[in-house]
T-cell receptor, first 112, second 113 residues
Framework: AQSVTQPDIHITVSEGASLELRCNYS??????LFWYVQSPGQGLQLLLK??????LVQGIKGFEAEFKRSQSSFNLRKPSVHWSDAAEYFC??????????FGKGTRLHILP | NAGVTQTPKFRVLKTGQSMTLLCAQD?????MYWYRQDPGMGLRLIHY???????AKGEVPDGYNVSRLKKQNFLLGLESAAPSQTSVYFC????????????FGPGTRLTVL
């Protein structure tokens, strides 16, 4: 069955430190891949998406993600986090003729 | 543009009561979705619509009904609310079905006592 896995439920990093959030997918072929962010009390907002081509994708708010076919991964990164990055992050995937599947989310905590 | 709006923002129901959640989008999107979000469960698709007058079941449709009488509106109904339906409900819309960004509303927090 198709699935999206985010291994880390919670991640805590210090402000100014680098960040990597992990995402693995299980699909027969390479799906469309997405990262969304949900700030407290808000709906989800798209950070970035990958369809094909360059495996390093740039998004909004200084985030980027790298697609690695050999590892079935699409990890989200940011070189230096800000307190305002504290939120929940969702990885998602969809193939070309089916609905999107969301991971269970990773909650990011920022230490001052 | 308001994007995706949801009404109401909060609601408390007693078991057995009914209610309707309203979702409206002003982006002329064909596709609309209702999700529920529960702690540790991520987002689960309840129902979706691929166009005006159409609806389809998602992952967790039991206990819910939907209608899409107008392209811009997608209604989610609970005919007889149960405590298991306590959740945060999100509506979303997209231009196409796959590969397109979904735009989310701010959510409705529903508590069923």
């Amino acid at each position: 069955a198709q699935s999206v896995t985010q291994p880390d439920i919670h991640i805590t990093v210090s402000e100014g430190a680098s960040l990597e959030l992990r995402c693995n997918y299980s699909y027969g072929a390479t799906p469309y891949l997405f990262w969304y962010v949900q700030s407290p009390g808000q709906g989800l907002q798209l950070l970035l998406k990958y369809f094909s081509g360059d495996t390093l994708v740039q998004g909004i708010k200084g985030f980027e993600a790298e697609f690695k076919r050999s590892q079935s991964s699409f990890n989200l990164r940011k070189p230096s986090v800000h307190w305002s990055d504290a939120a929940e992050y969702f990885c998602a995937a969809s193939n070309r003729d089916d609905k999107i599947i969301f991971g269970k989310g990773t909650r990011l905590h920022i230490l001052p | 543009n308001a994007g995706v709006t949801q009404t109401p923002k909060f609601r408390v129901l007693k078991t057995g009561q009914s209610m309707t959640l309203l979702c409206a989008q002003d982006m002329n999107h064909e596709y609309m979705y209702w999700y529920r979000q529960d702690p540790g469960m991520g987002l689960r698709l309840i129902h979706y619509s691929v166009g005006e007058g159409t609806t389809a079941k998602g992952e967790v449709p039991d206990g819910y009904n939907v209608s899409r009488l107008k392209k811009q509106n997608f209604l989610l109904g609970l005919e007889s609310a149960a405590p298991s339906q306590t959740s945060v409900y999100f509506c979303a819309s997209s231009k196409t079905y796959t590969g397109a960004e979904q735009f989310f509303g701010p959510g409705t927090r529903l508590t069923v006592l």
